[in-house]
């Protein structure tokens, strides 16, 4: 099952490589966005920093939402998903294979490209190793939540749009914990907390949304 779960992996990565709009397209999206913010809120460097951590959490928020209404969509149309469904391959060792792959397509360039945005933004460089834990944390979590409403939404009408009301509400907790220890190691007060419960968050996501993508895709190939 571990060699199965791998090639599934790296089969998502050579797509991602072959075919890189989704990717472009997030981190496309996450820079630009994250570069109109200065241009709103005016040229105080006193308000960009004080709003970089936040900026940069939902600008990474929503770019890691763009590719996720596509992730099970092509082993749907193409029967591979029912193909392994029938192999016996357990549909969460799916769901959590596919996820892996969009965080490591996905999560890893936003992280790559927080640190100048960052920088951009003003923000003092002893909370950038906070920004990368928490960002690397968050990702996870993103991903793994991602993953879950994108299979719950797999076949449905109007699944793209279903799929931000069901993510957002489930993702806020992970970027307010996020944004909060970038804010604290700013200002120089305790930033841990807020990153041990991302982690918490992690460790609590990462059994169980893979359960529930997995009896999404179920239900999406009966």
Not at 14 to 29: C, E, N
Not at 50 to 79: N, S
Request: charged share 10%; hydrophobic share 60%; proline share 8%.
């Amino acid at each position: 099952m571990i060699g199965l779960f791998w090639a599934i992996v790296g089969r998502d990565l050579r797509l991602a490589l072959r075919h890189g709009a989704d990717t472009m397209g997030a981190i496309l999206f996450f820079i630009v966005t994250a570069t109109l913010f200065p241009l709103a809120l005016g040229p105080s460097p006193e308000l960009l920093r004080h709003m970089a951590p936040g900026i940069i959490w939902v600008c990474a928020l929503l770019a890691a939402l763009l590719p996720l209404d596509r992730l099970f969509g092509a082993e749907l149309e193409d029967g591979s998903l029912d193909q392994l469904l029938l192999l016996g391959v357990p549909a969460s060792l799916v769901a959590l294979a596919k996820i892996t792959a969009h965080w490591l397509t996905t999560g890893i360039p936003l992280l790559l490209a927080a640190v100048p945005l960052a920088a951009m933004l003003g923000l003092p460089a002893s909370a950038l190793p906070v920004l990368l834990a928490g960002l690397f944390l968050g990702s996870v979590v993103l991903s793994l939540i991602g993953g879950m409403g994108a299979s719950i939404v797999l076949g449905a009408r109007r699944g793209g749009v279903l799929l931000p009301l069901l993510t957002l509400p489930l993702a806020t907790p992970a970027l307010i914990f996020g944004a909060a220890a970038i804010d604290a190691a700013s200002t120089g007060l305790p930033w841990q907390p807020d990153l041990e419960l991302l982690a918490a968050f992690v460790v609590g996501a990462l059994p169980l949304c893979p359960l529930a993508a997995g009896a999404g895709l179920r239900a999406a190939a009966e």
